[in-house]
Antibody
Framework: QVQLVESGGGVVQPGRSLRLSCAGS????????MHWVRQAPGKGLEWVAV????????YYADSVKGRFTISRDDSKNTLYLQMNSLNAEDTAVYYC?????????????WGQGTLVTVSS | QTVVTQEPSFSVSPGGTVTLTCGLS?????????SSWYQQTPGQAPRTLIY???TRSSGVPDRFSGSLLGNKAALTITGAQADDESSYYC??????????FGGGTKLTVL
C-alpha cells in the first residue's frame, strides 16, 4: 500500500529555517518525480517544487526560488524540503505528491500534509 | 506570467452533468500541458481525480472524466452526487519543470 507521510512542520519565527520530510512506503521514491505543493489558510493550492526521479532536475516556483531546496535520501526513501529565510507568506500546509512521470504534475498519491506557521 | 484560469464557482443539480474548465490567460491548453484535476474538501488533502489529461486515478468513479475542450482542459462530472460538493483544482505543466495550479472551482450540488 502506497503511503506518503509528511513531518517537520511547526511554528517558526520569520527569517528562520525549517526542514520538512516526506517518508514513502509501498513504493520507491526514486522511481518517480516528487513534488511539494502548499496551501495557505483559506487559499488554493500552490505548486512549490519538484525533483526528477534521478535527482538531476530540481525546479522551483518563483516565490521560493533561492530560499527552498528540494532533495531526496534514497537510502531512507524520504523526500525533503529545506526552507530558509521564511516569511509570513510561507505559512501553509505543505503536501508531498508523486509525479505522473518525469516532472509532470502530481498524479495519484498525496500525503496528508504538515502545517508550517511563520510567526513571531 | 501565464495564469491558469478556472471558474470560481459552479452549481449543479443532483443527477446532473457539469463541466469545469481550466484555461490559460494566454494561449491554448494542449496535451503537452498534462492537465490534472484534484478534488478537495475542507481540512482534507487533495485527491487526484484525473492526470495527464484523461487518465482516471485508481478508485475514481467513471462518472469523472477529463478531456480537452476547445482551447481548455475540462473535467466533466456526470450524475452529480451530493458528496461531489467540493473544491476542484486543475494544474498545468508549463515546461522546464514548472507546474501552475488554477485558483480552484467551488462546486455546489443543489
Amino acid at each position: 500500500q502506497v503511503q506518503l507521510v509528511e513531518s517537520g512542520g511547526g511554528v517558526v519565527q520569520p527569517g528562520r529555517s525549517l526542514r520538512l520530510s516526506c517518508a514513502g512506503s509501498g513504493f520507491i521514491l526514486s522511481s518517480r518525480g516528487m513534488h511539494w505543493v502548499r496551501q495557505a489558510p483559506g487559499k488554493g493550492l500552490e505548486w512549490v517544487a519538484v525533483i526528477s526521479h534521478d535527482g538531476s532536475g530540481k525546479y522551483y516556483a518563483d516565490s521560493v526560488k533561492g530560499r527552498f531546496t528540494i532533495s531526496r535520501d534514497d537510502s531512507k526513501n524520504t523526500l525533503y524540503l529545506q526552507m530558509n529565510s521564511l516569511n509570513a507568506e510561507d505559512t501553509a500546509v505543505y503536501y508531498c505528491a508523486k509525479a505522473a512521470f518525469g516532472v509532470a504534475p502530481p498524479a495519484d498519491f498525496w500525503g496528508q500534509g504538515t502545517l508550517v506557521t511563520v510567526s513571531s | 506570467q501565464t495564469v491558469v484560469t478556472q471558474e470560481p464557482s459552479f452549481s449543479v443539480s443532483p443527477g446532473g452533468t457539469v463541466t469545469l474548465t481550466c484555461g490559460l490567460s494566454s494561449g491554448s491548453v494542449s496535451s503537452s500541458h498534462y492537465s490534472s484535476w484534484y478534488q478537495q474538501t475542507p481540512g482534507q488533502a487533495p485527491r487526484t481525480l484525473i492526470y495527464t489529461t484523461n487518465t482516471r486515478s485508481s478508485g475514481v468513479p467513471d462518472r469523472f472524466s477529463g478531456s480537452l475542450l476547445g482551447n481548455k482542459a475540462a473535467l466533466t462530472i456526470t450524475g452529480a452526487q451530493a458528496d461531489d460538493e467540493s473544491s476542484y483544482y486543475c494544474v498545468l505543466y508549463m515546461g522546464s519543470g514548472i507546474s501552475v495550479f488554477g485558483g480552484g472551482t467551488k462546486l455546489t450540488v443543489l
